[in-house]
């Protein structure tokens, strides 16, 4: 997996500021800057043919480079063993030292893996899966639908800065998808949701926990179908798209797609 920083590393940062805009850790890259290395790849434009809805064209992901050289598979696996150490309280994402990764990621994010969830304050996302700054591209909305804004980020998070899989992750006692249940009239916009969940109450029925879990294979199969950048991705094999639900009273994450290859290995 990637080197992160921890505690004890013997990579220290430059002394300056961790608010430093122009803070450089010595694990940079020689010579490199961060940000005319990212300007010139936003003039550079697409290698691969990888266009936007709205006709914007994006980087290809090997202008790119992620954290690692990982594969899909890889970044899935190391997700599995994140949630593994936060199920058994053995997290290994407080040891790393903050400050040098505030430096590290101040002007360029790496992240090897991006999740769709909801907006639910019981769903910390990092904690879940036990990475720390810059590893995980976060996109979360009640109910963890899919909509035009959603796509966007998460096209910016695997066409640009290279993440290998995303994870549509619903949960528990989501109140987005009780509300869409019952359909009565909420205030302001909250019943604006109400369409997005629908069709998986239409598929499931009205139990709540089929509703949420129907609701994360409808959301990531729309994002594979919606997207033409995410769908050219998983056909050059790049990228995984998947669903899963989050037990918040046990804290663990079970996928939902059932050709996903399980890990024999889950002791990370």
């Known amino acids: 997996m990637a080197h992160f920083y921890s505690k004890d590393d013997t990579h220290q940062a430059e ?4 608010d430093s805009d122009s803070a450089v850790t010595s694990g940079s890259p020689p010579g490199l800057s961060r940000r005319r290395k990212f300007l010139e790849m936003a003039v550079r434009g697409v290698a691969g043919g990888l266009i936007a809805p709205a006709g914007m ?16 598979k890889m970044a899935l696996k190391e997700l599995r063993r994140g949630n593994k150490r936060f199920v058994a309280v053995r997290m290994k994402s407080f040891d790393l030292d903050l400050a040098i990764l505030r430096n590290h990621t101040s002007e360029l994010q790496q992240p090897f893996a991006a999740v769709l969830s909801c907006a639910d304050s019981r769903v910390p996302v990092e904690l879940v899966f036990d990475q720390s700054i810059g ?43 009780d509300a869409a249940i019952l359909g009565k009239e909420a205030p302001g916009q909250i019943s604006a949701l109400y369409p997005h969940i629908q069709p998986a109450i239409d598929q499931a029925g009205p139990d709540p926990l089929a509703v949420t879990k129907a609701n994360a294979r409808l959301q990531a199969d729309l994002l594979r179908k919606a997207s033409t950048v995410i769908s050219g991705l998983l ?31 889950m002791n990370g």
């Open 135 to 177: 590893q995980i591209f976060v996109t979360r909305v009640a109910g963890n639908v899919v909509t035009s804004e959603i796509i966007a980020s998460l096209e910016y998070g695997v066409a640009v800065l290279g993440a290998k899989v995303i994870v549509v992750m619903g949960h528990g006692s989501c109140g987005a998808v």
């Open 57 to 72: 064209e994006l980087l290809s992901p090997s202008s790119v480079q992620a954290q690692t050289v990982i594969s899909p």
């Open 15 to 18: 002394q300056t500021s961790p």
């Open 235 to 265: 056909k050059e094999g790049k990228l995984l798209v998947l669903a899963a639900f989050y037990n918040i009273a046990s804290g663990e994450v079970t996928f939902l797609d059932p050709d996903t290859d399980q890990d024999t290995d």
